[in-house]
């Protein structure tokens, strides 16, 4: 060990490849094991959605912009991307449950203990959707969700979350949880998951992101950071400059 120095510390490393039931591991040294300016992970591309519909990814649109309202200075759930964080996170593990255990008995517990149910949250969102759009046209002379006003819309979310209305072959209350909780997170995570788009909840909170260094102002207290946000994927203006 008294060879043992810290610069071989950081330029060593191992990278565990996992395939199936098959683990390898091959130790790269004397360099690191990425790029400088690149990110170790894809950033979350909107396009086509991956587990909504398009009737389901408008009405979750519809209702990002309700929980987290545009203004002047800060867009919307919807323009955020919030929707888009949802689907990609419904078409993945979180959305299969998996991770979590899963097998009866499913018994109604106290809060405390969590969600007490056999379905997934990708399996919530679609039974919730659908009985939400059926709800609607029954009650409002046919029109959709997205057609409702802003006032009713409001009204419809404040009911699921009260639990005063009621969905067929759903939990309305549990659903808006999930939702509500859902638009936050998609609000304030790194831009790499498909939300917080342009860092816009960064900027609106003065939140640097995920900056590598601020010993410089460690001991500044009280004073706004003038640096803009950075996401995991870095930022536009650190790509190499070509010559």
Excluded at 13 to 21: D, E
Excluded at 29 to 45: E, K, M, N, R
Excluded at 46 to 53: I, K, M, N
Excluded at 210 to 238: F, L, T
Aim: one cysteine or more.
């Amino acid at each position: 060990m008294t060879n043992f120095r810290r610069r071989d510390l950081l330029t060593g490393t191992a990278l565990v490849l996992v395939g199936g039931t098959v683990a390898r591991a091959s130790v790269v040294s004397g360099q690191l094991p990425w790029a400088p300016d690149s990110s170790s992970a894809d950033a979350v591309q909107a396009g086509q959605w991956l587990f909504f519909t398009p009737p389901e990814a408008a009405m979750v649109e519809a209702m990002a912009d309700r929980i987290i309202p545009p203004d002047p200075q800060t867009p919307g759930g919807k323009d955020a991307g919030c929707a888009v964080f949802i689907d990609r996170q419904l078409a993945g593990p979180y959305g299969r449950a998996e991770g979590l255990y899963n097998r009866p008995p499913f018994v109604k517990g106290i809060k405390q203990q969590g969600p007490q149910s056999a379905l997934t949250p990708a399996q919530v969102y679609r039974t919730a959707l659908r009985a939400l759009d059926h709800f609607c046209r029954s009650q409002q002379g046919g029109k959709s969700w997205v057609e409702l006003s802003s006032e009713r819309q409001d009204e419809v979310l404040h009911g699921l979350d009260s639990g005063a209305i009621e969905l067929e072959g759903a939990d309305g209350k549990v659903f808006f949880k999930g939702l509500l909780t859902d638009v936050q997170e998609g609000f304030f995570a790194d831009p790499l998951y498909g939300g917080n788009r342009d860092m816009c909840a960064w900027k609106m909170i003065g939140f640097p992101g995920a900056h590598y260094d601020y010993r410089d102002w460690v001991m500044r207290h009280n004073e706004r950071y003038p640096h803009p946000p950075v996401s995991i994927a870095g930022r536009p203006d650190w790509n190499p400059k070509k010559s």
